[in-house]
């Protein structure tokens, strides 16, 4: 099983700011295969990001991902009120089983 | 645009079968997608627990497979979740989810709250 782990757990940033989050696997994405997901309070996750790099419909550019391997990172780059949300990584390389990392809280400062 | 809709019966009694089903609207179940079941225990993360695909092969989490069953209902465009033998443990948002051939979940339900108790 590949395991995910995020980091920071929480990151307290204001709006305007840009956010950086991390995600690190296990064993390498060999396809680069992941995602990421921002779900808010209440709500199902949404998808941001597939193939470590590809934004989804209808995610604005403000929305990056890259990274390669075992290493990926989420970039937001100026933090709207809206982007306060967790976020998760998500691995689709290697299933059963397909495999969520534990979440990074974006909070407001 | 694709819209999926958990529905169940409400509460379980521990020892007892979870079962949930997911209407699909929008799109056909008999896409190349996989047709998934994620969940999340309160205040918790993600837990992926299983997919069917159009063909019917299906896949479990290893931690969950011997007390998972995925179905596909073509005939009604939906899919269903039947989770056996649960404890308060189970007690969770459950969420079904179409994953894309490669494996990221683009459409997902608004969730379910499925609670255990006696």
């Known amino acids: 099983e590949i395991v995910l782990t995020q980091s920071p757990g929480t990151l307290s940033l204001s709006p305007g700011e840009r956010a950086t989050l991390s995600c690190r696997a296990s064993q390498s994405l060999s396809n680069n295969y992941l995602a990421w997901y921002q779900q808010k309070p209440g709500q199902a996750p949404r998808l941001l990001i597939y193939g470590a790099s590809s934004r989804a419909t209808g995610i604005p550019d403000r929305f990056s991902g890259s990274g390669s391997g075992t290493d990926f990172t989420l970039t937001i780059s100026r933090l709207e009120p809206e982007d306060f949300a967790v976020y998760y990584c998500?691995?689709?390389?290697?299933?059963?089983?397909?495999?969520f990392g534990q979440g990074t809280k974006v909070e407001i400062k | 645009q694709v819209q999926l809709q958990e529905s169940g019966p409400g509460p379980v009694k521990p020892s007892g079968t979870l079962s949930l089903t997911c209407a699909v609207s929008g799109g056909s179940i008999s896409s190349s997608n996989w047709w998934s079941w994620v969940r999340q225990p309160p205040g918790k993360g993600l837990e992926w627990i299983g997919e069917i695909y159009h063909s019917g092969t299906t896949k479990y989490n290893p931690s969950l497979k011997s007390r998972v069953t995925i179905s596909l209902d073509k005939s009604k465009n939906q899919f269903s979740l039947n989770l056996s033998s649960v404890t308060a443990a189970d007690t969770a948002v459950y969420y079904c989810a179409r994953g894309s051939y490669w494996g990221y979940f683009d459409y997902w339900g608004q969730g379910t709250l499925v609670t255990v108790s006696s």
């Open positions: 998500q691995q689709y390389n290697s299933s059963p089983p397909r495999t």
